[in-house]
């Protein structure tokens, strides 16, 4: 495993992510905004991932309506068009009980290595270029624990039910409210026809598409304990016959049998594990 920092002064971020992004098959972002100028900054390395047959993923926070509509009808076009190009969106906080979304994670993953990308930048041209940031850049080869913990961590971002996958005609309506955010009128705000659109983004999310976890998808820790279930209803202490197997697969991990816990529980939040009772489990 390697670690180098980046802070935009010395070592801009977006000169590392580039070089990697162009010759690697999956990337992963989960941000809290994006906009039009940071992706501009990486869209020619974009254009050579889908090339090389690798897949984009975006998972962007719609909080406060800081997010450039321009990028998301940019990258719904790529999906549109057959690209292997997926956003996913994050609901308003101000009118659920959903926390504010405010991660800054890259995830850039070829046949043998990940590099992660983890700091204070956003996909902004700022975030990635002219802010001063910090981030860490770490890579890992594929079968090192941290890599598997960060694929984890980005599916608990991924699989929540406020996802969703915003349409052209979201993001119409979102460009609305934009807009009169981008004018910073308190009073425009407050105006009845900006919370009646308010009001017809949140009833469109419900019907929009939400991301489905599916056994493709896992990866690490994850995919070696689903691979394990048993058929039927069993009991956490079932998996534990895995123990040693897992030991040689992560031999640093001196607490396995609490990451088989943890495991279930993932894996049952993403809704392909049952849990019908305390310590009994059931594979969907």
């Known amino acids: 495993m390697n670690i180098i920092f980046t802070d935009n002064i010395k070592q801009k971020l977006v000169e590392t992510l580039n070089p990697i992004i162009s010759r690697t098959n999956e990337v992963k ?15 020619e390395s974009i254009n050579k991932c889908l090339r090389i047959g690798g897949s984009i ?3 962007v926070g719609l909080d406060f309506r800081t997010t450039d509509p321009q ?25 659920s ?11 850039l993953k ?19 270029k002219n802010n001063v940031e910090v981030n860490a850049v770490i890579t890992a080869s594929l079968n090192e624990e941290i890599v598997s ?10 699989f929540q039910q406020s996802r969703f996958e915003p349409d052209f005609e979201y993001i119409d309506k979102y460009e609305e409210i934009y807009k009169r955010i981008q004018k910073r009128n308190v009073e425009i705000l ?21 991301p489905i976890c599916k056994e493709t998808e896992l990866f690490g820790w994850m995919k070696l304990v689903y691979e394990r279930l048993p058929a039927g209803i069993f009991r956490t202490s079932d998996m534990y016959r895995y123990e040693e197997e897992f030991k040689k697969i992560y031999p640093e991990n001196r607490n396995i049998r609490a990451k088989i816990r943890q495991q279930l529980q993932f894996l049952r939040d993403m809704g392909l594990v049952m849990n019908p009772s305390r310590e009994r489990w059931q594979k969907k």
């Open 29 to 43: 972002v989960a941000v809290a905004f994006m906009k039009y100028s940071g992706f501009k900054l990486i869209e």
């Open 57 to 59: 993923e975006f998972l």
């Open 71 to 95: 990028i998301l009808r940019l990258l719904r076009e790529f999906t549109s068009k057959g690209f292997a190009v997926k956003c996913y969106s994050f609901s308003d906080p101000s009118f």
């Open 97 to 107: 009980d959903t926390p504010v979304y405010h991660p800054k994670l890259y995830i």
């Open 110 to 128: 070829d046949e043998r290595n990940a590099t992660i990308v983890l700091g204070s930048s956003n996909l902004t041209e700022g975030g990635l």
């Open 149 to 158: 913990d960060v694929y984890t961590l980005y599916s608990r971002l991924k």
């Open 190 to 210: 407050q105006q009845k026809g900006t919370r009646k659109i308010i009001r017809q983004l949140k009833e469109k999310e419900s019907t929009l598409p939400k």
